[in-house]
C-alpha cells in the first residue's frame, strides 16, 4: 500500500546527542515536510521540501537539518543545538505544485531525551 | 501572513446529537482550507478540504464543514456522534500562492455515550 513510513516509532536522546528521524514515502509526492507538534501548539513547520535537493526553513528550523537526496526520503536530524527536542515529530507529503492538495501524514515518532 | 484559530480546546458532547468544531482563518488572497482528525500517538488523517465551489463540502466519516467567507469561518460539523468521533481535530489554511499549511491548536472532541 502506498504511504508514509516513519521511523523509528519512538526514541530515546541523552542530551548532548544528534539523532535522525526516517522518513519515507512511496506515493511518488515531490513535497515532503516534518512537522513538530507539542501539546496545545498545533502543529509547527521546522523543514519542507518541494523537490530533490532543495529545501526551505519553515517557522521553527532552529537547532534542526534536513536532506533531500532521493525523492523518497527525507530524514529530519535533531541537532544538540535543539533546547527543547522532547516532541511528537510527524513527516507529511503532497504531490507537485498542489497547493489545493492535502497533505498525507506518516504515523509520527515521538522523542524523549533524558 | 496567514493564522487559524479553534477557539475551543474541548468540546464535549453527547452519542447521537449534532456537533460543530469551530475554525475561523485569516489570510491574504483566497483561503485553501482543511480538516484533519488524530487519534492518540498517530499521524493525521485527512477528512475534506474547501478550495473553491459550493460552500458546503462532505468528507469522509460523515463530516461535513461549511465554508462561510463573510465570517472566514470554515466550521466542522456532523449531524449525529459517534463515541468513536472522539479525536484531536485540527483545521488547516494555505493561501494561495503558499508552500505548507499553517495549522490551528486543535480542538478534543470527546462524544459521552
Known amino acids: 500500500d502506498g504511504g508514509i513510513t516513519q521511523s523509528p516509532k519512538y ?4 542530551e548532548g546527542q544528534n539523532v535522525t528521524l ?7 509526492h515531490d513535497a515532503m515536510y516534518w512537522y513538530r ?16 535537493n532543495d529545501f526551505q526553513k519553515g517557522d521553527i528550523a532552529e537547532g534542526y ?12 536530524t535533531v541537532t544538540s543545538a535543539q533546547k527543547n527536542p522532547t516532541a511528537f515529530y510527524l513527516c507529511a507529503s503532497s504531490g507537485t505544485g498542489a497547493y489545493t492538495g492535502e497533505l498525507f501524514f506518516g504515523e509520527g515518532s515521538r522523542l524523549t531525551v533524558l | ?9 474541548q468540546v464535549n458532547v453527547a452519542e447521537g446529537n449534532p456537533l460543530t468544531v469551530k475554525c475561523t482563518y485569516s489570510v491574504s488572497g483566497n483561503p485553501y482550507l482543511f480538516w484533519y482528525v488524530q487519534y492518540p500517538n498517530r499521524g493525521l488523517q485527512f477528512l475534506l478540504k474547501y478550495i473553491t465551489g459550493d460552500n458546503l ?6 463530516f461535513e464543514a461549511e465554508f462561510n467567507k463573510s465570517q472566514t469561518s470554515f466550521h466542522l460539523k456532523k449531524p449525529s456522534a459517534l463515541v468513536s468521533d472522539s479525536a ?11 508552500n505548507n499549511l499553517f495549522f490551528g491548536t486543535g480542538t478534543r472532541l470527546t462524544v459521552i455515550p
Do not use: H, M, W
Request: hydrophobic content about 30%.
Open chain 2, 88 to 98: 484531536l481535530y485540527f483545521c488547516a489554511v494555505r493561501s494561495t500562492g503558499a
Open chain 2, 57 to 62: 463540502v462532505k468528507g469522509s466519516y460523515g
Open chain 1, 11 to 14: 526514541l530515546f536522546r541523552k
Open chain 2, 1 to 9: 501572513a496567514q493564522s487559524v484559530a479553534q477557539p475551543e480546546d
Open chain 1, 37 to 52: 507538534q507539542d501539546p496545545g501548539q498545533g502543529l509547527r513547520l521546522i523543514y519542507y521540501s518541494q523537490i530533490v
Open chain 1, 22 to 28: 526516517s522518513c519515507e514515502q512511496n506515493l511518488n
Open chain 1, 65 to 76: 537539518s534536513v536532506s533531500r537526496e532521493k525523492k523518497e526520503s527525507f530524514p529530519l
